[in-house]
């Protein structure tokens, strides 16, 4: 009995939240897109960002954005940090990635929140051109699993990002 109704607050929570989320979304129009490149990056100060409304190939609505969150001088060159996300009614994700002369040197913390649903295996990698973070999201009761990533790259443009997801 208890799960019954556990399984029907879950149900009438999702449904709220589904039939709300075009309404909190609806403020700024959406692009349809799985990426959006951040360009003029070197304009925005630290804690200032840039996010854009998206819509996927699926019609899920989200947002995506950057955020420049530290900047270190030193004599050989500058790093640039910048939180990259994604954000929608059923799925957060993001992490963190710093940039110097066009190249990726790390990432780390990453963020994972994921509504009526779990996830597993986890990973945040990177390579000289990008910052990836993947994990494998599967629905209540473990029915269907689907692989989620966030990536943020580097042009080879100054000051570009290009954030690409699936989710």
């Known amino acids: 009995m208890k799960i019954g109704k556990q399984l029907f607050t879950v149900v009438?929570?999702?449904?709220?939240?589904?039939?709300?989320?075009?309404?909190?979304?609806?403020a700024e129009e959406s692009v349809r897109a799985e990426s959006v490149l951040f360009s003029g990056l070197?304009?925005?100060r630290i804690n200032?960002?840039?996010?854009?409304?998206?819509?996927?190939?699926?019609?899920n609505r989200a947002r995506?954005?950057?955020?420049?969150?530290?900047?270190?001088?030193?004599?050989?060159?500058t790093e640039?940090?910048?939180r990259v996300w994604y954000t929608s009614i059923a799925i957060t994700a993001e992490f963190y990635m710093t940039v110097s002369e066009n190249r990726v040197t790390s990432v780390y913390?990453?963020?994972?929140?994921?509504?009526?649903?779990?996830y597993k295996d986890s990973s945040l990698t990177m390579t000289s051109t990008c910052g990836e973070l993947s994990f494998i999201m599967t629905t209540l009761?473990?029915?269907?699993?689907?692989?989620?990533?966030?990536?943020g790259d580097i042009t080879g443009s100054d000051n570009e990002i290009?954030?690409?997801?699936?989710?």
Do not use: F, H, K
């Not at 200032?48 to 019609?59: L, Y």
């Not at 913390?109 to 779990?118: C, K, L, Q, T």
């Not at 290009?162 to 989710?167: A, D, G, I, K, R």
């Open 109 to 118: 913390d990453e963020y994972i929140y994921v509504v009526a649903s779990s």
């Open 162 to 167: 290009n954030v690409t997801w699936q989710m």
């Open 64 to 77: 995506v954005g950057i955020e420049r969150v530290a900047d270190i001088s030193s004599a050989y060159n």
């Open 42 to 44: 070197d304009q925005l």
């Open 12 to 26: 009438v929570v999702m449904s709220l939240l589904v039939s709300l989320s075009p309404i909190a979304l609806a």
């Open 80 to 82: 640039s940090t910048w």
């Open 48 to 59: 200032e960002c840039i996010e854009r409304n998206v819509v996927d190939s699926n019609s």
């Open 141 to 151: 009761g473990g029915a269907i699993s689907y692989d989620c990533w966030l990536r």
